[in-house]
């Protein structure tokens, strides 16, 4: 899909991967809608984006009523949607036993929910134009499950889910849907206290948050269905589904 001229909603833009998203978008010429709870922050970051109608729309995405005036609001505004990023997302790096149910609500309204509201409410109108993109910003932890990660794990392998039946029913609609899964990135992400007993080597491997922006660029001009950064950690998903018994022995021993 065509980028420049585009109109983009980004959630989650007010750190790591998501202002990353905010400033690929704006350099490679579209209008970004800057989604996040935080209107100082989303303000810094708008402020650093190239020239353009880019604007800033505070919400927090797990009110569905909010939600849907922030995207009257970028309609209003900016118009049309042409581009969806849906990258907010929260984590916890603890048992599920210790993940109370106000904790997983948190989890599942940010990471899973939001994206479903918001794809329901701007997909009528990108096919009736007959063009536009959904991109999903899932995790390698959404094809891979990962030790003190279950809720986690659960959001976004339904969001993985969501974006594979999204595929089949939008084939031939000129509407695109990228599922993203990033590995370790170094972003606020980790900054809860449950990430305190995180595994520091693992830690050291943290890509910069640029680096996905740049991968989700390409997956929207190229219509690409899947795309894992690094590319490496697709090795994982491969092994799991090739060799299940050996993957799930190795993951015993290095989770």
């Known amino acids: 899909m065509r980028i420049e001229g585009a109109t983009t909603l980004v959630t989650g833009a007010s750190s790591g991967i998501g202002a990353a998203v905010c400033r690929a978008l704006a350099d490679a010429g579209a209008t970004v809608a800057l989604v996040a709870r935080r209107a100082e922050r989303l303000a810094e970051i708008a402020a650093a984006l190239p020239p353009g109608r880019h604007a ?8 569905p ?3 849907a005036a922030a995207l009257a609001a970028v309609r209003a505004r900016l118009g049309d949607v042409d581009v969806l990023v849906n990258n907010a997302g929260i984590g916890r790096y603890q048992p599920f036993v210790e993940t109370d149910a106000e904790e997983t609500a948190a989890i599942l309204e940010t990471n899973l929910h939001a994206a479903l509201h918001l794809t329901r409410a701007v997909l009528p109108g990108m096919l009736a134009r007959g063009r536009g993109h959904v991109v999903n910003v899932a995790s390698i932890a959404g094809r891979i499950g990962s030790r003190n990660h279950a809720v986690y794990c659960a959001s976004k392998f339904a969001l993985a889910g969501f974006s594979e039946s999204l595929v089949y029913e939008l084939a031939g609609t000129g509407v695109g849907v990228t599922l ?13 206290a449950s990430f305190a007993r995180f595994p520091a080597r693992a830690r050291r491997r943290a890509i910069a948050p640029a680096v996905v922006a740049a991968a989700i660029v390409r997956a929207i ?4 269905i899947e795309v894992t950064v690094p590319a490496h950690y697709a090795i994982g998903t491969l092994l799991k589904t090739l060799a299940p018994a050996l993957f799930r022995r190795l993951m015993q021993r290095n989770a």
């Open 221 to 224: 001009r190229r219509d690409r």
């Open 65 to 67: 009523a909010a939600l």
């Open 56 to 63: 800033t729309f505070p919400c927090d995405v797990r009110d």
């Open 180 to 192: 993203v899964n990033p590995g370790i990135i170094a972003t606020p992400f980790f900054d809860h």
